[in-house]
């Protein structure tokens, strides 16, 4: 029996809302590994934003790509992990930042957060992963 998902079931899982952590070589030191929002359509590319002089923007340049992983906090366990190359680019306002912010935290706590935050849209930097190779367990498939 396979704990795998399908193609059809991780981009599914993927386009749920979850937080992702995300994972970039650094040279002489382990990955950097940080927490993260995106978005995801089935069969596009992963979206997320971040600062344009983060570090993580910087490793992100030079790898020229990541891996992301999202899973579940309960059981019975799901996960998916996507791995591929990752450009970095100018976000559009309403697809990635604002509509990233009512993704995670609701209509009216978004727009707050949006408020508040405003200042700092402008340093922002669009990053966009294709996914490549894909991994993944469902663990709702033991049948128990």
Not at 14 to 29: F, K
Not at 103 to 116: D, H, I, N, S, T
Not at 117 to 143: C, F, I
Request: hydrophobic share 40%; charged share 20%; net charge positive.
């Amino acid at each position: 029996m396979s704990l795998s998902m399908t193609k059809e079931e991780r981009e599914a899982f993927l386009a749920e809302t979850h937080v992702a952590v995300i994972s970039v070589g650094q040279p002489g030191r382990g990955p950097l590994s940080l927490p993260v929002w995106y978005s995801y359509t089935p069969g596009a590319v992963v979206r997320l934003v971040t600062g344009k002089a983060s570090r993580k923007a910087r490793l992100i340049a030079a790898a020229g790509c990541l891996t992301l992983c999202v899973q579940t906090e309960v059981a019975p366990y799901k996960y998916v992990s996507v791995e591929g190359p990752a450009t970095l680019g100018e976000p559009d306002f309403e697809r990635d930042i604002r509509a990233m912010a009512h993704r995670y935290l609701g209509k009216q706590v978004g727009e707050a957060y949006l408020q508040m935050n405003a200042a700092e849209h402008a340093n922002t930097t669009l990053v966009t992963l294709t996914p490549q190779r894909w991994l993944s367990v469902d663990y709702t498939k033991m049948g128990v």
